[in-house]
């Protein structure tokens, strides 16, 4: 088994380092934009014919609400997002495009076994590339003397992580489906692009409205931000459990089709 892993970290370890600099460029970027926004925003409320946004106060005022709205909410989700997809792509399926699934499968390793340790390893490499995220920020909050909660950064990089492995078990399941990186990133896209995307927007034109609907607990982006002052009783858990569910059904078909497949 321990070979199994490596093997799969060796897989996709550029995608992994890829990943450490994306976030690290993410995360430095808007806490370098801090001083400049809350400035900009500030003119704009003193000014009686500027731009008065209802959550204008939030962000001049309260420095998590700011590390939330830009990283948790929208650039860092969406960037961590993505790097989880290809996290996920890969494993025999891969081998059979380059010739050398014949000699993985004569090894005495199941099916299963080589999808589930390359996903543990993806889960694994996911959830570091979340941590390193929470290490940039906490650097960068001190660089630039703001005050920030670490309980709230690391809640939320859970609750990311955590609604998040729906991402990974879709991922996988476009790349056994749709085999190639490009031809099942493309599908995995378009297959996300109503939930992650479309819905996201449309959900949260209903929450500035205050309606309430059943499709707030599909909408994975929102799930994954959660609340900007989250505690344990303001997660959203039914959507965690609905993420969970599809994580478990994307999972299984994955494994019925890997078991049955002929490569």
């Not at 970290?9 to 380092?17: A, G, L, P, Q, S």
């Not at 808007?30 to 900009?40: F, G, T």
């Not at 080589?114 to 993806?122: G, K």
Request: net charge neutral; proline share 2%.
């Amino acid at each position: 088994m321990n070979m199994l892993l490596y093997k799969a970290w060796i897989e996709t370890r550029v995608r992994f380092f890829a990943g450490l600099i994306a976030v690290t460029i993410v995360c430095i970027f808007y806490l370098q934009q801090h001083a400049w926004l809350v400035k900009m925003w500030a003119h704009e409320l003193a000014d009686s014919k500027g731009y008065h946004g209802a959550w204008m106060p939030l962000g001049i005022n309260h420095y998590s609400w700011y590390l939330w709205h830009y990283l948790y909410d929208n650039y860092l989700q969406q960037v961590w997002a993505l790097f989880a997809l290809l996290f996920a792509f890969g494993g025999l399926i891969r081998e059979r495009s380059s010739g050398t699934v014949l000699f993985s499968l004569g090894l005495p390793v199941s099916r299963r076994q080589w999808l589930f340790s390359r996903l543990a390893v993806a889960l694994l490499e996911a959830l570091s590339v979340a941590c390193f995220a929470v290490v940039v920020v906490v650097i960068g909050s001190r660089v630039i003397h703001q005050d920030y909660s670490l309980t709230q950064l690391i809640l939320h990089t859970l609750l990311m992580v955590g609604a998040g492995v729906f991402l990974l078990a879709i991922g996988n399941l476009c790349y056994s489906l749709a085999p190639g990186n490009y031809t099942s990133l493309l599908v995995t896209l378009i297959v996300l692009g109503v939930p992650y995307l479309l819905l996201q927007n449309y959900m949260q034109n209903e929450r500035d409205l205050n309606k309430t609907t059943w499709l707030q607990y599909l909408d994975v982006g929102h799930a994954m931000a959660g609340p900007w002052q989250i505690t344990w009783t303001s997660f959203p858990w039914i959507a965690l459990f609905v993420a969970w569910g599809l994580t478990g059904l994307c999972l299984s078909i994955t494994a019925f089709y890997g078991d049955r497949v002929d490569y």
